[in-house]
T-cell receptor, first 115, second 116 residues
Framework: GESVGLHLPTLSVQEGDNSIINCAYS??????FIWYKQESGKGPQFIID?????DKRQGQRVTVLLNKTVKHLSLQIAATQPGDSAVYFC??????????????FGSGTQLTVLP | DTEVTQTPKHLVMGMTNKKSLKCEQH?????MYWYKQKAKKPPELMFV???????INESVPSRFSPECPNSSLLNLHLHALQPEDSALYLC???????????????FGDGTRLSIL
């Protein structure tokens, strides 16, 4: 089947620096992408999403970029803070049956913010 | 705090036990999901319910039995589980897509299940 994956399993950044987490997907039919943050002992927390008719979307301190030509997705976190330390998953939301969508996760990147 | 509530937070059971995991949401979402997550791995989809009807079963063994009694509740009944079933079980919910409208899934904090 199609897969969604991440380039780097771990990322360490200094507090205050910007972080960039990358994701590659292989299903050219994918039309919706989500970034989740998962802290230890918690469930995935929605951060930001983007539809395939967009190439950039900004939230509070976060920006998602989508390059459909190379099937690449990235999450940029500005002024990274200790509370940003977590595992970040990209996910592809693909149409399956009925009107409920099937969510396929990438393998995740562990972000560690250094003091 | 998440708007999807899962109970219990932790569960230890023997291989011959029968137990149930519960999930509740009051966001008016009509799609609900069960995922299984092993340590250091992404969540894997198990079941999807749309309008309280099972729409997707990802070839999950019959020792896992989902149930959706109403639009706010989702259960996962467990029987005769194996040690390899030990994992974090996550529930999620979302609005149903209408046409081209995409809706993110919102997750609970999961039930940490250990099979002895």
């Amino acid at each position: 089947g199609e897969s969604v994956g991440l380039h780097l399993p771990t990322l360490s950044v200094q507090e205050g620096d910007n972080s960039i987490i990358n994701c590659a997907y292989s299903n050219s039919a994918s039309d919706y992408f989500i970034w989740y943050k998962q802290e230890s002992g918690k469930g995935p927390q929605f951060i930001i999403d983007i539809r395939s008719n967009m190439d950039k979307r900004q939230g509070q301190r976060v920006t998602v970029l989508l390059n459909k030509t190379v099937k690449h997705l990235s999450l940029q976190i500005a002024a990274t803070q200790p509370g940003d330390s977590a595992v970040y998953f990209c996910a592809e939301n693909a149409f399956s049956s009925g009107s409920a969508r099937q969510l396929t996760f990438g393998s995740g990147t562990q972000l560690t913010v250094l003091p | 705090d998440t708007e999807v509530t899962q109970t219990p937070k932790h569960l230890v059971m023997g291989m011959t036990n029968k137990k149930s995991l519960k999930c509740e949401q009051h966001m008016g979402h009509r799609a609900m999901y069960w995922y299984k997550q092993k340590a250091k791995k992404p969540p894997e989809l198990m079941f999807v319910y749309s309008y309280e009807k099972l729409s997707i079963n990802e070839s999950v063994p019959s020792r896992f039995s989902p149930e959706c009694p109403n639009s706010s509740l989702l259960n996962l009944h467990l029987h005769a589980l194996q040690p390899e079933d030990s994992a974090l079980y996550l529930c999620a919910s979302s609005q149903l897509d209408l046409g081209l409208s995409n809706q993110p899934q919102h997750f609970g904090d999961g039930t940490r299940l250990s099979i002895l």
